[in-house]
């Protein structure tokens, strides 16, 4: 894609400070990062939802995220635990139209976490709800 920065990053078009690069995947510092070590994971091959991409693909973006984990823990940077984060789709807050799974080292006190909404530990669905929601799931389901 032309206009897409990850894919400038990916033909060299762009600078970036690579940890890791096979043919599938290249994965780079994040240039805004939410701690020292923040790591972007992304494919090569511009998709822009993980929905779209390659079962293969997909499962070797999380066997690198594992390396680069344990990477991370040996390394100096501050870090007593790793996020990892995966926006799928503007609703998410997915930003760059590209798929990229975030790699985000976490402290105590550092000042980044989720927000859950109003009611979240309160309004509690009924087991039976779960029920109908897991079956139309199973139900799209594809092996």
Same mark, same amino acid.
């Given at each position: 894609m032309?206009?897409?920065a ?7 078009e762009f600078?970036?400070?690579?940890? +890791?690069?096979?043919?599938?995947l ?5 240039i805004?990062?939410?701690?020292k070590?923040h790591?972007?994971?992304i ?6 939802l993980i929905?779209?991409l390659d079962d293969?693909?997909s499962?070797?973006?999380f066997?690198?995220?594992?390396k680069?984990?344990k ?26 139209f590209?798929t990229?799974?975030?790699l ?6 550092d000042?980044?976490?989720?927000k859950?909404?109003?009611? +979240?530990?309160?309004?509690?669905p ?12 199973k139900?799209?389901l594809?092996?």
């Open positions: 032309t206009d897409c990850f894919c400038k990053i990916v033909s060299g600078e970036s400070s690579k940890i +890791y690069e096979d043919e599938f290249f994965a780079f510092m994040d805004q990062p939410v701690n070590g790591i972007l994971i494919p090569k091959k511009h998709v822009e929905a779209d293969e693909t499962a070797k973006m066997v690198i995220a594992g680069i984990n990477a991370l823990r040996k390394s100096e940077l501050r870090l007593e635990g790793l996020n990892y984060f995966l926006a799928d789709g503007e609703s998410a807050g997915q930003e760059v590209h990229h799974l975030h985000i080292p976490r402290f105590k006190g000042g980044f976490g989720l859950f909404p109003e009611g +979240y530990r309160v309004n509690l009924k087991r039976k709800e779960l029920e109908q929601i897991a079956e139309n799931i139900s799209n594809e092996n």
